[in-house]
């Protein structure tokens, strides 16, 4: 079985070295420019679109694009896994735009570079069968595991509505705190540190990735709406203190 996957930017680099070690990875980038990357061999659109399995490493807004690009030029029984940070979206895309039939499962691997520097292992990974065999899923699954990987099973809808309220509030809040511009400090307690590591790990990925979870996700304008609201609830109970002080002066 040969596995190929499109997208090597940051993400899709590190995620073909992964799974080089496991099966044999060919890797395929739109933009021209040189890559050197473990493992991977780079091969041409026509050659990405003949393997038997391709991961989409692309972003969110990217992926229509990229499907309807692909979609009359793989096999009937290719199976295609997204790897998009979202799920109700790709998992939408992927069923309408790709041929009946084709074998599809929906994937969120929930770390990177950065949050897997120490490995892969209890690192979690959303799967979804969208459309595929009992056996391909059954494969998956046991690689992914073989891999140290924690295989959470969760529907796109769930996914999405958990996701906004954990990973969408831990990169709002990342860009929201690099808006500060913080800096390391000697005073910096635990807690601040933690803090500026949100910020080195969520600024660390592209800023389109911030975009496309606030974008896509369908939930993530009720999670900013509530973070407003908590925020404002903070700052009217720090305004009425500073009134009772004045009052009691």
Same mark, same amino acid.
């Given at each position: 079985?040969?596995?190929?996957?499109?997208?090597?930017?940051?993400?899709?680099?590190?995620?073909?070295?992964?799974?080089?070690?496991?099966?044999?990875? /060919?890797?395929?980038?739109?933009?021209?420019?040189?890559?050197? =990357?473990?493992?991977?061999?780079?091969? @041409?659109? @026509?050659?990405?679109?003949?393997?038997?399995?391709?991961?989409?490493?692309?972003? !969110?807004?990217?992926?229509?694009?990229?499907?309807?690009?692909?979609?009359?030029?793989?096999?009937?029984?290719?199976? /295609? !896994?997204?790897?998009?940070?979202?799920? /109700?979206?790709?998992?939408?895309?992927?069923?309408?735009?790709?041929?009946?039939?084709?074998?599809? !499962?929906?994937?969120?691997?929930?770390?990177?570079?950065?949050?897997?520097?120490?490995?892969?292992?209890?690192?979690?990974?959303?799967?979804?069968?969208?459309?595929?065999?009992?056996?391909?899923?059954?494969?998956?699954?046991?690689?992914?595991?073989?891999?140290?990987?924690?295989?959470?099973?969760?529907?796109?809808?769930?996914? @999405?509505?958990?996701?906004?309220?954990?990973?969408?509030?831990?990169?709002?809040?990342?860009?929201?705190?690099?808006?500060?511009?913080?800096?390391?400090?000697?005073?910096?307690?635990?807690?601040?540190?933690?803090?500026?590591? =949100?910020?080195?790990?969520?600024?660390?990925?592209?800023?389109?990735?911030?975009?496309?979870?606030?974008?896509?996700?369908?939930?993530?304008?009720?999670?900013?709406?509530?973070?407003?609201?908590?925020?404002?609830? =903070?700052?009217?109970?720090?305004?009425?203190?500073?009134?009772?002080?004045?009052?009691?002066?």
């Amino acid at each position: 079985m040969k596995v190929g996957v499109y997208g090597l930017g940051r993400f899709g680099a590190f995620w073909a070295t992964q799974l080089s070690k496991k099966v044999e990875v /060919v890797g395929y980038n739109r933009s021209k420019r040189d890559l050197i =990357i473990d493992g991977v061999k780079l091969v @041409d659109f @026509d050659s990405l679109c003949s393997c038997d399995v391709i991961f989409l490493c692309v972003s !969110i807004s990217s992926l229509q694009e990229v499907l309807n690009s692909i979609k009359d030029h793989i096999s009937d029984d290719t199976l /295609v !896994i997204d790897t998009c940070s979202v799920k /109700v979206y790709p998992a939408q895309l992927m069923s309408e735009i790709l041929h009946k039939g084709q074998p599809l !499962i929906a994937t969120h691997p929930m770390f990177g570079p950065d949050s897997a520097k120490e490995g892969l292992r209890g690192l979690p990974l959303v799967f979804h069968p969208l459309r595929c065999s009992v056996d391909q899923k059954e494969y998956w699954i046991t690689l992914f595991k073989e891999m140290e990987i924690d295989v959470i099973e969760m529907s796109p809808q769930e996914h @999405d509505k958990e996701a906004a309220y954990s990973q969408g509030v831990t990169h709002f809040v990342g860009r929201m705190l690099d808006e500060l511009h913080l800096k390391p400090t000697k005073l910096a307690t635990v807690g601040y540190k933690r803090l500026m590591s =949100i910020v080195e790990q969520t600024c660390n990925d592209p800023l389109q990735l911030f975009y496309d979870l606030q974008r896509y996700n369908p939930y993530a304008h009720y999670m900013r709406s509530e973070l407003k609201e908590a925020s404002d609830k =903070i700052l009217t109970r720090l305004k009425i203190e500073e009134v009772k002080k004045m009052e009691d002066a």
